[in-house]
Nanobody, 126 residues
Framework: QVQLVESGGGLVQAGGSLRLSCAASGPTFNSYTMGWFRQAPGKERDFVAGMAGSGVYTLYADSVKGRFTISRDNAKNTMYLQMNSLKPEDTAVYYC???????????????????WGQGTQVTVSS
């Protein structure tokens, strides 16, 4: 069972930047796909970005493309989400998740991911 811990959330003004981190336990971090999701109050949990275990293939939601960058450091068992040009509509709880059933593709449905972190709040003020 992979355990995930997010950090790096906070309050930022519109146009600002934040970097989220997701630390994973276990020795096989590079053997599965990782993803970032977010959930605003009263809304569904939405896919933000994902990266295959190989680190070669990435996928972004249209709403964050060009502003957010996902990366992973397999040596540190850590995934990152660099968020630039933040907008008030980016305000949400951000979760990292592990899709241990595959390594090569990035799936966007949250219920296909096996393990989740506790979430970190990101608030963007206008």
């Amino acid at each position: 069972q992979v355990q995930l811990v997010e950090s790096g959330g906070g309050l930022v003004q519109a146009g600002g930047s934040l970097r989220l981190s997701c630390a994973a336990s276990g020795p096989t971090f590079n053997s599965y796909t990782m993803g970032w999701f977010r959930q605003a109050p009263g809304k569904e949990r939405d896919f933000v970005a994902g990266m295959a275990g190989s680190g070669v293939y990435t996928l972004y939601a249209d709403s964050v493309k060009g502003r957010f960058t996902i990366s992973r450091d397999n040596a540190k068992n850590t995934m990152y989400l660099q968020m630039n040009s933040l907008k008030p509509e980016d305000t949400a709880v951000y979760y990292c998740a592990a899709d241990q059933d595959n390594r090569r593709i990035v799936r966007t449905k949250w219920d296909l991911y096996d393990n989740w972190g506790q979430g970190t709040q990101v608030t963007v003020s206008s």
